[in-house]
């Protein structure tokens, strides 16, 4: 498996894993693990839950036959009646519930109640602090973030954040469990809020929603720009490799020369949003509705990751970025 070159931790397989939330995040962290040999136990309140799980599932395994990944040594799952039996046993659990801190807390209370106490505990929280979220808990030691991407069963990287009170050998851990699954587990040394990526993604959207606001592209005319343009470029390299290349053979000191002063032009509105009004939020739901309505979400996901699973082929050839660790799963 590949390892955090900053890193010392070791992959590490766990025989059991719990997933307490199965809703899409839920189902498709599920998948990974399962694809990755491992048992696990699902909880969630919904009645839906197997559904949207072999549903997920589904699309998972056809992501990975197209990626020559194999999946006939997959984990059994199992779904329970609580998440105290889901949790019951298990090395490894990822809680995927709402996106809020009261609901989490109450989710990682019920969890604490019946867990093993040395099992790590990862929240796929988009933006909570792990301290946060530490607060009522007996262990917090071993409570990390583990941010992932959808779809988690074909993105390979993690985001994995401690709180005030997890240990850095948990964190280590955890990277070993998470690099198991066949991800990239970052480690976010800092507790910030929203972590890494989502807090790149904020200044996108926010760039974005500025520019439909003030009638200067369509939400069709934006996804264009990153599909046909830079989207390509960062499926390989991320934004300082591609500036780094810019700067042509004077390197990424003669790009910053030569575009770091553009730095104080007006280019972005980014410490400012307009206005979230009715308004504004029809006409993105409208241009949203006109570009992709025509298909059902799960055609998007299908279509989604066929093209997902070529740029991953590319990359392996290549053994480029997220190429490798595709090649280290074989």
């Known amino acids: 498996m590949t390892s955090d070159p900053e890193a010392d931790f070791t992959p590490y397989l766990p025989q059991k894993a719990a997933v307490v939330g199965c809703g899409v995040i839920g189902a498709a962290w599920a998948s990974r ?7 696990v136990s699902v909880s969630d309140p919904s009645p839906n839950a197997e559904e949207i799980l072999t549903e997920v599932l589904g699309n998972a395994v056809d992501a990975w036959d197209d990626l020559g990944l194999p999946t006939n040594a997959q984990g059994t799952y199992t779904i329970c009646r609580s998440v105290a039996e889901a949790v019951a046993g298990a090395e490894f659990i990822q809680e995927s519930a709402p996106e ?6 109450a989710v990682l209370a019920e969890i604490e109640t019946a867990a093993p106490a040395d099992a790590i505990i990862g929240s796929s929280t988009s933006g ?8 009522d808990m007996a262990n917090p030691e071993r409570l990390v973030v583990g941010h992932p ?21 948990n964190i280590r851990r955890a990277q070993g469990m998470y690099a198991a699954f066949g991800m990239r587990p970052i480690h976010c040394r800092v507790e910030i809020d929203a972590f890494i990526g ?14 439909v606001n003030d009638g200067v592209a369509t939400t069709q005319e934006i996804d264009d720009v990153m599909t046909h343009g830079f989207g390509l470029r960062w499926a390989q390299m991320g934004l300082f490799e591609t500036y ?8 990424f000191r003669h790009f910053m020369e030569q575009f770091g002063p553009t730095l104080d032009w007006p ?5 400012d949003t307009p206005d979230f009004t009715p308004e504004l939020v029809d ?27 070529g740029f991953l082929k590319v990359l392996e050839e290549n053994e480029w970025s997220a190429g490798k660790v595709i090649a280290d799963q074989r």
């Open 128 to 135: 909570i602090k792990p301290t946060v979220m530490q607060e």
């Open 149 to 169: 991407y959808n779809p988690v069963y074909l993105l390979p990287v993690v985001e994995v954040v401690g709180g005030d009170l997890t240990t850095i050998g």
């Open 244 to 251: 780094r290349v810019a700067g042509g053979v004077g390197g």
């Open 198 to 211: 989502d807090r790149l993604l904020e200044a996108v959207w926010r760039e974005a929603l500025w520019m």
């Open 283 to 309: 006409t993105l739901v409208e241009q949203s509705d006109a570009q992709s309505g025509m298909h059902s979400i799960r055609e998007l996901e299908r279509i989604r990751d066929k093209n997902l699973v």
């Open 100 to 105: 809020r801190p009261d609901v989490k807390k």
């Open 33 to 39: 693990m399962l694809l990755s040999g491992v048992d």
């Open 267 to 271: 280019y972005s509105k980014l410490m």
